[in-house]
């Protein structure tokens, strides 16, 4: 655990158990945002395992506002580059509400989990962008992220994956 970091009028700390529901709500929010909300079915008892079980398979960090209400968050988890042998802090989703949208709550996320990268020994960070998010695509180009040139994505869904192991 991380101690909260301030970035007035902003605190970052790491989620805890108490703030199951509000993460599951900013992932709704996320969802709505992306149009995907048909997808996001986590359920705050899958969220709680996921961020508190034995062992954690994912980390969370809030971002409050001065007035104590979430005004964001980030959630991510560490994959492992076998050519370095290192570990990689993938960012699953970091969302801002959008009332605080440029208010440089957002490079303040993506800071602080570069801090962390660092601390654990990560070479890098990674995440995915909406093809059609503009905003978040420029932003990411502003602090310094580029596109993972020669690479796709691939993704096998829970049939293929059920018939693979079959």
């Given at each position: 655990?991380?101690?909260?970091?301030?970035a007035?009028?902003?605190?970052?700390r790491?989620?805890?158990?108490?703030?199951?529901g509000?993460?599951?709500?900013l992932?709704?929010a996320?969802?709505?945002?992306?149009?995907?909300?048909?997808?996001?079915?986590?359920?705050e008892?899958?969220f709680?395992?996921?961020l508190?079980?034995t062992p954690?398979?994912?980390?969370?960090?809030v971002?409050?506002?001065?007035?104590g209400?979430a005004a964001?968050?980030?959630?991510?988890?560490?994959?492992?580059?076998?050519f370095?042998?290192?570990?990689?802090?993938?960012?699953?989703?970091?969302?801002?509400e959008?009332?605080?949208?440029?208010?440089g709550l957002g490079r303040?996320?993506?800071?602080?989990?570069?801090?962390?990268?660092?601390r654990?020994?990560?070479?890098?960070?990674?995440?995915?962008?909406?093809?059609?998010?503009?905003?978040?695509?420029?932003?990411?180009?502003?602090?310094g992220s580029?596109p993972?040139?020669?690479?796709?994505?691939?993704?096998l869904?829970?049939?293929a994956?059920?018939?693979?192991?079959?």
């Open positions: 655990m991380s101690d909260p970091v301030a007035e009028p902003y605190t970052l790491d989620a805890e158990p108490r703030d199951v509000t993460v599951v709500r992932v709704r996320l969802a709505r945002y992306e149009k995907l909300e048909h997808l996001a079915v986590g359920t008892a899958a709680r395992q996921a508190f079980g954690p398979r994912a980390f969370a960090l971002a409050e506002a001065s007035d209400e964001g968050f980030a959630l991510w988890f560490y994959s492992f580059r076998t370095q042998a290192l570990p990689c802090l993938y960012v699953e989703d970091v969302f801002v959008p009332a605080h949208r440029g208010s303040r996320i993506f800071a602080e989990l570069a801090r962390r990268a660092l654990e020994g990560c070479d890098r960070m990674e995440w995915s962008v909406l093809d059609w998010n503009a905003p978040a695509i420029g932003f990411y180009d502003r602090i580029r993972r040139e020669g690479w796709t994505l691939r993704v869904t829970r049939p994956l059920d018939a693979l192991a079959a």
